[in-house]
T-cell receptor, first 114, second 121 residues
């Protein structure tokens, strides 16, 4: 069964550094999403992306965050200058535009800011 | 915006018993309600979903009910097994339109806080 894959599984970064989290969505999916889960808390929506544009973003997704689809397979989340409170699991998800299909999640990247 | 409340936060049952997890939502425009299971170190995995034009849906030992008037939906797991132990999240969203070029939501999910289910052998 096709999967959403995320790399790296764990990223450790110094505060203030830039970090890029990578995702390969399911190949025939056109809707892409990033979510965040702080340890022990609920999964929170960050941003949705379609046709090379941001569709919606939450209050969490401030100017320090950006997303990009640099080629036909990858979808990235960049945090420009990381803060301690950015430490969380980051999940990528994708879905098909046909008939409102469910979102499929990757296994996440654990981001640890020191 | 949408707000999803989920109860209980933890649930412990004996193997073979049933487990029920309940969620409420606030936005009457929400019309899609998936349930995800998250095992340790993994991402959320869809286990069942329901759309607003349906009141109940079953898939083997799992069932979901939806009451649109009261804005609540529930997950029922019967004959629980130790491998059902995980964190379960409910969520709500708009369904994405068939053709996004006509506009509308992309179906961003708003999650509940999760229920940690422990099934004791």
């Amino acid at each position: 069964e096709p999967e959403v894959t995320q790399t790296p599984s764990h990223q450790v970064t110094q505060m203030g550094q830039e970090v890029i989290l990578r995702c390969v969505p399911i190949s025939n999916h056109l809707y892409f999403y990033w979510y965040r889960q702080i340890l022990g808390q609920k999964v929170e929506f960050l941003v949705s992306f379609y046709n090379n544009e941001i569709s919606e973003k939450s209050e969490i997704f401030d100017d320090q965050f950006s997303v990009e689809r640099p080629d036909g397979s990858n979808f990235t989340l960049k945090i420009r200058s990381t803060k301690l409170e950015d430490s969380a699991m980051y999940f990528c998800a994708s879905s098909s535009p046909v008939g409102g299909q469910p979102q499929h999640f990757g296994d996440g990247t654990r981001l640890s800011i020191l | 915006g949408e707000n999803v409340e989920q109860h209980p936060s933890t649930l412990s049952v004996q193997e073979g018993d049933s487990a029920v997890i309940k969620c409420t939502y606030s936005d009457s425009a929400s019309n899609y309600f998936p349930w995800y299971k998250q095992e340790l170190g993994k991402g959320p995995q869809l286990i069942i979903d329901i759309r607003s034009n349906v009141g109940e849906k079953k898939d083997q030992r799992i069932a979901v009910t939806l009451n649109k008037t009261a804005k609540h939906f529930s997950l029922h797991i019967t004959e629980t097994q130790p491998e059902d132990s995980a964190v379960y999240f409910c969520a709500a969203s708009d369904l994405p339109p068939r053709d996004y070029n006509y506009g509308g939501s992309q179906g961003n999910l708003i999650f509940g806080k999760g229920t940690k289910l422990s099934v004791k052998p």
